[in-house]
C-alpha cells in the first residue's frame, strides 16, 4: 500500500515548511501510517516531498531497513549517539542527533503533530531548527479515506468481532435463570465471564482488545460503563466489541444489545426504535452527505417519538446523548466524526453508525454496524442478525 501523500505536500508548502517530522512509537497511528514500521520504542520519521527518512535505534535498524515504508533508515551511531551522550547527557544527545539527522536532508523548519513531544520540540528550537505545530491533522485526515488494502483489513477484523459477539451471545443464551440471574455451568453468568469468552475468541482469530463493553441493566444506561457483575434476566445487555486485528493494526466496531428473557415494553419500544433510526442513518450515508447529516436522521427518529436528543438539548442527561458514529482505521475512534459539524464522507471513509438510548430506570440500547462509504452510497461490513430476545 502506497499512500497519496500529496495533500500533505501541499500543507507544507502552503506553511512554508521543509518537512513533517514525528516522534513516537507505532502505537501512534500517524506514525505507523507515515513510517509503514511497526516499533515499540518511539522513533523518528522525517517526510518531505522528496522521500520519507526514519531514525531509529541500533535494535531496530535490519529489521527497520526491511520493513519500513521509508528511502532511508539510519541509526544513531550514524550521528555518534554514544559519544553525545558523553558529553551532552540523553536528551540534548537526541536533539543534536536529530537536527544532525534533519541537516542531512536540508531540513531547517518542520511541522508536527499536535501530539509532538514538548522536550523534543524545545531541544530542537534551541539548536535553531524551527519547529511548528499542525494547525490541521493533514495525516489523519490523508488515512481517513482507505485503500483498497485497508477496507480488507477492516474487514477481516470485523469478521473476527462477529465470531467473539456469536461467542458471547451463546453464553447467554445457553444460560438458565435462577431468581432473576444468569447461570452458566451452575455459576452466575457475569460481565466478566463473557468478556473473557470475547478476549479468548479474539485472540484465536489473531485479534486483541484492551477492554469492552458488556453492560446490563442500569448500568447499560451509560454508554461507556463496561459493565460487571451478574447479568439479569428481563434486562438489556448492551455488547460493544472494538477489536485490533494484532497484524495488521486495523480495528473493527459493533455493538449489539440482547435480552435473556422478557424484556420490558419501554426496552422493546427503544429497540424498535433505535433499529428504525440505524436504517434511516444508513439510507443517509453516501458520498457528499456530511457527519452531521447521518447525525440528523437518527435524532429525527428520537425527537418524531418524544425522545431527548444533545442535538435538541445539549444538557440531556437520557434519551440519545452521544454522536451517530465516527471513523474506524489505524485508531478505533478517528475522522470522520459523524455527528453535529461532522465533515462531508467521502467514498473510502469507514464509519460506524451506532444510534442508541439511555436511562438508568429503564437500561440502555445500543444497535452498531460498521459500513464503508462507496461511490453511489455504502457497503455494511458487517453481517450480524439484528434481534433483542435470545432464546
Given amino acids: 500500500m502506497e499512500p497519496d501523500f500529496s495533500a500533505l505536500d501541499d500543507y507544507l508548502d502552503a506553511v512554508d515548511a521543509d518537512g513533517y517530522l514525528v516522534d513516537a512509537a507505532s502505537d501512534d497511528s500517524t506514525q505507523r501510517y507515515l513510517s509503514g514500521f511497526d516499533a515499540p520504542d518511539p522513533f ?3 517526510y518531505t516531498p522528496e522521500g520519507t527518512y526514519l531514525l531509529v535505534s541500533g535494535l531496530e535498524y535490519g529489521r527497520a531497513k526491511k520493513e519500513a515504508r521509508a528511502d532511508e533508515v539510519r541509526r544513531g551511531s550514524d550521528f555518534d549517539m554514544r559519544g553525545k551522550m558523553q558529553e551532552y547527557g540523553r536528551y540534548e544527545a537526541s536533539a543534536r542527533a536529530c537536527a544532525e539527522f534533519l541537516d542531512e536532508y536540508d531540513v531547517e523548519s518542520v511541522v508536527t503533530p499536535r501530539r509532538f513531544p514538548l522536550g523534543s520540540a524545545d531541544d530542537l528550537r534551541a539548536l535553531d531548527v524551527d519547529v511548528t505545530v499542525e494547525e490541521r491533522d493533514v495525516v489523519t485526515e490523508i488515512r481517513a479515506v482507505k485503500e483498497d488494502e485497508e477496507v480488507e483489513h477492516v474487514r477481516e477484523a470485523q469478521k473476527a468481532n462477529e465470531r467473539s459477539m456469536h461467542a458471547a451471545e451463546d453464553l447467554i443464551a445457553d444460560a438458565e435463570v435462577e431468581d432473576g440471574v444468569l447461570h452458566y455451568e451452575g455459576e452466575p453468568l457475569t460481565s466478566e465471564r463473557v468478556k473473557e469468552e470475547i478476549e479468548v475468541t479474539l485472540l484465536r482469530e489473531g485479534c486483541a482488545l484492551d477492554e469492552t ?5 442500569a448500568n447499560a444506561a451509560d454508554p461507556h460503563d463496561r459493565g460487571s457483575g451478574p447479568l439479569e434476566a428481563d ?3 448492551i455488547i ?9 493494526k ?4 459493533m455493538t449489539r444489545t440482547f435480552c435473556k428473557g422478557e424484556p420490558s415494553e419501554t426496552v422493546r419500544e427503544w429497540y424498535d426504535l433505535t433499529h428504525e433510526a440505524l436504517n434511516a442513518a444508513l439510507d443517509a450515508v453516501e458520498p457528499g452527505a456530511t457527519g452531521e447529516d447521518v447525525h440528523d436522521a437518527v435524532c429525527d427518529i428520537y425527537q418524531e417519538a418524544g425522545l431527548p436528543t444533545l442535538r435538541d438539548d445539549p444538557t440531556a442527561e437520557t434519551g440519545f446523548i452521544h454522536s451517530t458514529g465516527h471513523g474506524v482505521g489505524l485508531d478505533v475512534h478517528e475522522l470522520p466524526h459523524v455527528s ?3 465533515e462531508e464522507l467521502e467514498a473510502g471513509h469507514i464509519i460506524t453508525i451506532e444510534p442508541g438510548l439511555y ?6 440500547v445500543r444497535i452498531e454496524d460498521i459500513v464503508v462509504v462507496t461511490d453511489d452510497g455504502y457497503e455494511n461490513l458487517t453481517d450480524y442478525e439484528i434481534e433483542l430476545v435470545v432464546e
Fill in 213 to 217: 463493553i458488556v453492560a446490563c441493566g
Fill in 240 to 248: 460493544d466489541i472494538f477489536p485490533k486485528n494484532k497484524s495488521t
Fill in 340 to 342: 453535529t459539524n461532522g
Fill in 235 to 237: 434486562e438489556p445487555i
Fill in 44 to 46: 523518528t520519521t522525517l
Fill in 359 to 364: 436511562d438508568p430506570d429503564v437500561g440502555g
Fill in 250 to 253: 486495523y480495528h473493527a466496531d
